[in-house]
C-alpha cells in the first residue's frame, strides 16, 4: 500500500478539516478546495506550505477529489465522520469522537496539518480569503504556465 495520497492519509487530512470546522459541515467541494490550501498554503499567503509545488499542480487536484471521497468513506467506517443530505447536496462533519481522535495524533505532521487548518478556516469564516476563487486563481496560473512553456503553434518544434 502506498502510504502517500493513501485514503488513510487523505481521510485523515480530511478529518482535520472537519475538526477545524466542528460542529459545522462541509461539502465535498469545499472538502477538495480546503484541502488544497491546506497542503499549499503558503501559495495564498498563509503559512508556509506543507507540500511542494510541483509542476503536476492540475493533475493533483483533480485527482484529490476522488481520493477524499475514499478518505471520506474510511472515516465513515470508522465513526469519525458523518454525512448528512442538505438542500445542497451530501454535507460531511465530523462525529463526535472526531475531535477527540484527532487530538490523540501526536505527530508533528498532524500539527502542522491543524495549525494550517485552523488558519484556512478562520480565513474563509472572516471573508478574508475566497477558498474556491483563490483555487480557481491557481488553476488559470498553472494553464498559463502550462501555455507559455509550449512552442508557438505553427513553429517547426514538435
Known sequence: MNPLNSPLEVGMRALVLLTARFPEPLDLAELVYLDHVMLHSGELNGPPSLHPTLPAGPGELAMRRHLIEQGL?????AGLADVEAGEEGLLYRASEEGPGF?????APYVAALRDRAAW????????????????????????????SQLPPSGSDHA
Open 120 to 147: 484556512v478556516i478562520a480565513a474563509q469564516s472572516s471573508s478574508e480569503l475566497d477558498v474556491r476563487a483563490a483555487t480557481r486563481a491557481i488553476t488559470h496560473r498553472w494553464v498559463r504556465d502550462f501555455d
Open 102 to 106: 484527532v487530538d490523540l495524533l501526536e
Open 73 to 77: 468513506r474510511v472515516l465513515m467506517r
